[in-house]
């Protein structure tokens, strides 16, 4: 029977919240209350069963197009079911197929390293972050000239360093983006690859069932009525050999049915991990074309104003020594000049000096002439001491001689 679901998109403002949502407006919520037996209502049990029922998709031929249909019912009437074999192998080639599929999609996830493009988006980040930290510099007039003449060599030499580092960044970002773009790539085909298994699977399973019901319904109840018939054993045996084996494709079918779920629930998968891989792809991009060349042009930037500051401060500290030259030569002028007056209004000779000399002139003829009337003294003395040691001489003779 065919499925009623609507499958068609809707567009809304909005959001649909449910038919018993819809019907009604919200109500206050009730009082609280305290249970020790959590236990689901049964009628809301039985109204959430109801709800996932009317959800369920069925599978059916409504799904396939008209020639799928016709290879469905040609396949369908070459299944023997009394064959052990055919049972057993039924569907086998699709499982294969998918189990295959979610291997590589297994080994793409387990080979896949996001992490070293994080940690290449990070070191980029570190970088730029990096650039432009200084140490402090000296302050004061002659250190502004050291620093002008320092700051912009050092400007130039860290970026060569963080441009170095940035270049090679974006070299490695450049090779995991075509890693990724390749990936982006596999990983459509492998959705239609699935896409592919989903509907082999499919196809085997309604010719499955159509085979199954088919034979139910007459090779099976012929059996049964001919095993109440004739009610030999071997006719009871027939009867539930064939049951045994309907029984056992019926598991098959059931297998397939679960493998068709895991083929479902990979489409999704498959497009999750294409839909990183491009997520990241654009995030490389941005860096690559957006945000590499706007550091580039900043830095450019940044140098321009440095440039410009510095020519500032050159011209400011010129203003500052001239105007500090000008008030040292004025002053030193206005000091030379009253000097150069004062000295000009001095006689040859101080009157000062005059009086001193005079003064020293007169002392130094009064100790002179002291020193000779001392001396004139001394002289005298001199004769009389010298009479008295002669007379004392000349009795000392004489004495001698008496």
């Not at 239609?192 to 088919?214: D, F, P, Q, V």
């Amino acid at each position: 029977m065919a499925d009623n679901t609507d499958f068609t998109p809707e567009l809304t403002l909005t959001p649909d919240m449910g038919a018993a949502a819809a019907a009604e407006a919200p109500k206050a919520p009730d009082a609280p209350s305290l249970t020790l037996n959590p236990t689901v209502a049964p009628e809301d049990a039985a109204e959430a069963q109801k709800v996932r029922d009317a959800n369920a998709v069925k599978l059916d031929e409504s799904q396939l197009t008209e020639a799928e249909r016709k290879m469905v019912n040609e396949f369908a009437q070459k299944i023997d079911i009394k064959d052990s074999n055919v049972v057993l192998q039924y569907g086998a080639a699709a499982q294969k197929n998918i189990a295959s599929f979610s291997e590589n999609t297994l080994n793409s996830v387990r080979t896949k390293d996001l992490g070293e493009i994080g940690k290449s988006l990070s070191d980029l980040v570190v970088e730029l972050k990096g650039f432009g930290q200084e140490e402090d510099e000296k302050k004061g007039l002659f250190g502004l000239f050291k620093k002008s003449g320092n700051k912009i060599e050092s400007l130039k030499a860290q970026y060569s360093k963080v441009e170095t580092n940035v270049d090679r960044i974006a070299h490695e970002l450049e090779q995991h983006q075509v890693t990724l773009l390749k990936d982006v790539a596999m990983f459509d085909q492998m959705y239609e690859l699935n896409l592919k298994y989903y509907k082999e699977l499919t196809m085997y399973i309604l010719a499955g069932k159509k085979r199954l019901a088919e034979v139910r319904a007459t090779e099976v109840e012929e059996l049964r009525k001919k095993a109440e018939q004739t009610g030999l054993a071997e006719d009871a045996q027939a009867y539930n050999d064939l049951v045994s084996l309907c029984d056992r494709f019926e598991k098959k079918l059931h297998d397939l049915e679960l493998t068709r779920m895991v083929s479902i629930q990979m489409g999704p998968q498959t497009r999750l991990l294409q839909n990183n891989d491009t997520q990241m792809i654009e995030k490389i991009q941005s860096s690559l074309v957006n945000t590499i060349p706007l550091w580039k042009s900043q830095m450019v930037l940044a140098l321009g104003l440095e440039h410009s500051r510095q020519a500032t401060a050159a011209q400011n500290a010129v203003t500052e020594m001239t105007n500090q030259l000008l008030k040292k030569n004025a002053d030193t002028l206005k000091m030379g000049t009253i000097a150069t007056a004062k000295e000009a209004e001095r006689s040859i000779v101080d009157i000062e000096t005059l009086q001193h000399t005079n003064q020293q002139l007169i002392s130094t003829l009064d100790e002179v002439a002291r020193i000779q009337k001392e001396g004139a003294a001394k002289r005298k003395e001199a004769e009389v001491e010298l009479g008295r040691i002669e007379g004392e001489l000349k009795q000392k003779l004489l004495e001698l001689r008496s």
